[in-house]
């Protein structure tokens, strides 16, 4: 076992049945220019966790260990898009119409894509998902049974959205999860330190939250 100096207690790990699931690092939400700042918010906060999803990245390439990415969008003709997901508030771009990077978040689409810092290489699964969370209509399940994971670590945007959905599910499908904490970002401050205070409550009762460093020096020690 590697074993993590973490947040509520430390949180071990087997280093053959661990994954790597980073959420949804896709040029829409992250790039200045793209549907997520269109939306009014900040894209500053999420381009400042770049250094940290590729250090984390290396480190489980390094190592041989499973990467899994997702992205959040639809198929062109938004048969995957509920109305309840499309039309609700009054946002000045929906899903699927014509956007700075293309129809938002719609396959195939430039803003759809994963930002280069955190691209996927070959071997790596890519899991496009219509939902918040990323077990919900995906093989995602099935994958990390192919794998005999058990243990997970996260990384990706949004912390309070589709990171905590995703986990939670996690949480209840059996997994143990980490939050890498420079990892993850927010639109809103408040909400990514509510997330991760949330997830570390009442004894991890979704998982565990570290910052980067601690993963490396922990695997550094264990398997150097
Ligand atoms: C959102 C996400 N926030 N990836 N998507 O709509 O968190």
Avoid at 47 to 61: H, N, S, T, Y
Wanted: glycine fraction near 10%; charge should be negative.
């Amino acid at each position: 076992m590697i074993t993590v100096d973490a947040a509520p207690f430390p949180y071990a790990f087997p280093p053959d049945r661990v994954a790597l699931i980073v959420i949804d690092m896709q040029r829409d939400f992250v790039e200045p220019g793209g549907f997520g700042e269109t939306l009014g918010n900040d894209v500053a906060r999420l381009q400042a966790i770049l250094p940290g999803v590729a250090g984390l990245l290396k480190v489980f390439r390094d190592n041989g260990w499973p990467v899994i990415h997702t992205r959040e969008g639809h198929r062109p003709d938004l048969s995957d898009c509920p109305p309840a997901k499309r039309l609700r508030g009054e946002p000045t771009l929906r899903i699927g119409d014509a956007g700075p990077m293309g129809r938002v978040l719609i396959h195939g689409e430039p803003g759809h894509g994963i930002v280069e810092e955190c691209a996927p290489v070959d071997g790596e699964h890519v899991i496009d998902k219509p939902g918040k969370g990323a077990f919900y209509a995906t093989e995602l399940g099935d994958i990390l049974a192919r794998h005999g994971i058990t243990h997970l670590v996260f990384a990706g945007v949004t912390t309070e959205v589709c990171v905590q959905t995703t986990m939670r599910e996690a949480n209840d499908r059996g997994f143990e999860n980490l939050l890498i904490e420079d990892a993850t970002e927010s639109y809103f401050a408040e909400f990514k330190a509510a997330a991760m205070a949330m997830i570390r409550a009442q004894g991890a009762i979704v998982g565990w939250t570290a910052p980067l460093a601690n993963l490396q020096a922990a695997v550094t020690r264990e398997l150097a």
